[in-house]
């Protein structure tokens, strides 16, 4: 541009979710929460211009960051060159096998593109698991993912991931804290995976839907939920929910993940 030096950086790829954190505070809170430990690789979902990376170069025995915008890739390879514990990967990251680029214990970390949270989070909760996952998120999200059971912000994402994880909202980030500016606020949501998940790899599908099923009706009592979702009359439902101590009146914004798993199991024993 006339006049000014041109930059060395493609600019920002809206397409691609691309809002760099440009606080250092909010970004040394993502690195803190990660907490690499000796002998763990560390993976980064999209390292953009390496703001993030940068820090995480200093804390990781091994570091390996994978960014889908060709244009940063060569920024990126060129920045960490004299780094031979970093591998900066191209593509996308819901193509790739993130264990495999692990070799070993591992934890998650991203400033993840807003369309694609909520596939990242699943793909992450896939065994075999991280020990932990630290993503910066809209806030709404990561409010929604860490609610507790009862509360108005619990529903099927919550009791979905607090099935397989323990969720933690670490902070929030204001959108003045990116460049450029998103329209919305973040949040760093911490999900450590539980050591007693809920449901088994097997169960994850049928759990997923059962809850997507219930809170679908997420105003009703159980007795009309279950009746609705597995064909049952007045008195089949209410043995159904006695027979995995779950309150015919409750309602399913009340049940965590615990409950929802025993009626998975108690209704897979139904006579059909
Ligand atoms: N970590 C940087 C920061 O904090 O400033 C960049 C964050 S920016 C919100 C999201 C980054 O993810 C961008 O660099 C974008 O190109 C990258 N990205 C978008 N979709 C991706 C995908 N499917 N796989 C890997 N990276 C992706």
Redesign the pocket.
């Known amino acids: 541009m006339h006049g000014r030096r041109p930059s060395p950086l493609p600019p920002p790829?809206k397409r691609?979710?691309?809002?760099?954190?440009t606080d250092r505070r909010a970004l040394e809170r993502i690195a803190d929460a990660v907490d690499p430990q000796p002998g763990e690789t560390i993976i980064e979902?999209?390292?953009?211009?390496g703001?993030?990376t940068d820090l995480l170069v200093d804390r990781a025995e091994r570091l390996v960051a994978?960014?889908?915008?060709t244009l940063?890739v060569p920024v990126l390879r060129a920045r960490y060159a004299a780094s031979p514990h970093v591998r900066i990967v191209e593509?996308?990251?819901?193509d790739l096998s993130l264990p495999a680029l692990a070799e070993g214990a591992w934890a998650l970390v991203?400033?993840?593109?807003y369309y694609?949270t909520t596939p990242i989070i699943f793909q992450a909760l896939r065994s075999p698991r991280p020990s932990r996952m630290v993503f910066?998120v809209q806030r709404e999200v990561a409010e929604r993912v860490a609610a507790p059971p009862g509360s108005d912000a619990y529903g099927a994402l919550s009791a979905n991931v607090q099935a397989l994880a323990r969720a933690e909202l670490v902070a929030r980030v204001p959108a003045g804290a990116f460049h450029p500016r998103p329209k919305v606020d973040s949040a760093i949501l911490r999900l450590t995976p539980r050591p007693d998940p809920v449901v088994t790899p097997e169960e994850e599908a049928p759990f997923s839907r059962l809850v997507q099923g219930a809170f679908g009706q997420r105003r009703k009592q159980m007795r009309r939920v279950v009746r609705a979702l597995y064909d049952l009359g007045g008195e089949g439902a209410e043995a159904l929910l006695g027979a995995c101590g779950i309150e015919a009146t409750a309602r399913p914004e009340t049940l965590g993940p615990e409950a929802f798993a025993r009626l998975l199991r108690a209704a897979g024993a139904l006579p059909r």
Do not use: K, T, W, Y
């Open positions: 790829r691609l979710g691309q809002h760099f954190l979902i999209g390292p953009g211009r703001a993030l994978i960014e889908v915008d940063l593509g996308d990251v819901l991203g400033n993840v593109p694609i910066l």
